[in-house]
Every structure is written in C-alpha cells, then in structure tokens.
C-alpha cells in the first residue's frame, strides 16, 4: 500500500535553531499534502496545505515566517521550524493525498517528534 | 460549540468486550468519514472511511454513521489489547479534490486482557 515517511522521527534542537522535517511520498505523486501539529493529549490542528510548486496555505495562528513549508516536488515536502523554542516542542504529522486518479485515501507519515531545549 | 466532539476518555474494556466509540459534529457540510487510530508516538493509520449513512464493516470494526443526527460512531467486536489505542473520528467538507481533515479531539482506549 501506500507509503508517507517522514524524517527525522525523532529530533532534539537548541532554542533559537532551525530544524527541517521532511515528508515523502514513496509509491504514489502527492499534489496536495498537510501538516498537523499535535501536543500531548490532543487532537490533531491542521497548520497548513501544501500543494506542489505554489505557496502554502496557513491556518489562522500559524505563523508562515516560523514555519516554512516548501513543496517542491510532488512526492516530497519540507517544514522547517525556524528559530525554534520550547513552546515549539510538539509532535509534527504530515499527510498526502494522491494526485487524482491515484486513489482517493489521505495517508499519513508516522510523525516527528522534536524537542526544543 | 467545535465542529466536531469527541470524548476522550479513557475507555477502559475487558478483553472480548464489544466497544463503542462515537463522535458528533455541527456542521451539515460534512460528508466523508474517517476513524484513525493512532498509537503512542505514531502516526493516525486508517480504519474506516465511510461517505453514506448506514453502516459499513470491515473484519470486526463496523463503522455507523447517521447523517440526520450528526453522529459516527465506530464498534469494535471482539476486542483485544492490541486494539489499545487512541481512536480519532475525521471528516471532511468533500471526497473529491479537497481533503482537509477536521478531528475529533481522540478516545484513549484500553483492552484490559
């Protein structure tokens, strides 16, 4: 079936660094994908629609200058957390739909967990 | 009021028992339906993906969805611990062309063997 993956899985940074996670497609061309950011105990809140070769999509609160989304290719996506701080540290999730005639399912990546210390 | 409520527990069950998790939402424009479950630091992976009102099942989890009411629901049979998890409800506006989620904030379930 098809493959999200995501990495780093796990990742640790210093206050004030950025740190890029990315996001692939292994079997199947992802014109759309989305971020989500989930805290302890939470529900998933979507941060932003990313779609191949065209500016990302922020939800209301999400900061585009803080968290940079690049979809250059249709099968890879980047978001780089840019100057991170504590408040930062969450568990960040993507998901990629299929280009149309691809199938019709939302496939997720196993997630990152970043730490900001 | 959120677009979509859920409870989150936790639900704790013996082993065998028949679960019931559910979830209700405000707004008519949803019309795809999906339970996640997701496991301790991993990613939500797919159960069930429902469009119409009834019900549909698959193995021992019969997805329900009743449109009038606004409510979905997700029964499990037979239940096992490996079925501990927290389960999440998602929908979205249209199948085709636009699939931003909406969530349910997850029901923690535990299988107590």
């Known amino acids: 079936g098809a493959v999200v993956s995501q990495h780093p899985s796990r990742v640790i940074c210093k206050s004030g660094t950025s740190v890029k996670i990315e996001c692939r497609s292994l079997?199947?061309?992802?014109?759309?994908m989305f971020w989500y950011r989930q805290f302890p105990k939470q529900s998933l809140m979507l941060m932003a629609t990313s779609n191949e070769g065209s500016k990302a999509t922020y939800e209301q609160g999400v900061e585009k200058d803080k968290f940079l989304i690049n979809h250059a290719s249709l099968t890879l996506s980047t978001l780089t957390v840019t100057s991170a701080h504590p408040e930062d540290s969450s568990f960040y999730i993507c998901?990629?739909?299929?280009?149309?005639?691809?199938?019709?399912?939302?496939?997720f990546g196993e997630g990152s967990w970043l730490t900001v210390v | 009021q959120k677009e979509v409520e859920q409870d989150p527990g936790p639900l704790s069950v013996p082993e065998g028992a028949i679960v019931s998790l559910n979830c209700t939402y405000s707004n008519s424009a949803f019309q795809y339906f999906m339970w996640y479950r997701q496991y301790s630091r991993k990613g939500p992976e797919l159960l069930m993906y429902?469009?119409?009102?009834g019900n549909k099942e698959d193995g021992r989890f019969t997805a329900q969805v009743d449109k009038s009411s606004k409510y979905i629901s997700l029964f499990i049979r037979d239940s096992q611990p490996s079925d501990s998890a927290t389960y999440l409800c998602a929908m979205t506006r249209s199948g085709a062309g636009s699939y931003q989620l909406t969530f349910g904030k997850g029901t923690k379930l535990s299988v107590i063997p």
């Open positions: 998901s990629a739909t299929p280009r149309a005639g691809q199938g019709n399912t939302i496939y």
């Open positions: 079997d199947f061309q992802a014109t759309t």
């Open positions: 429902t469009y119409s009102s």
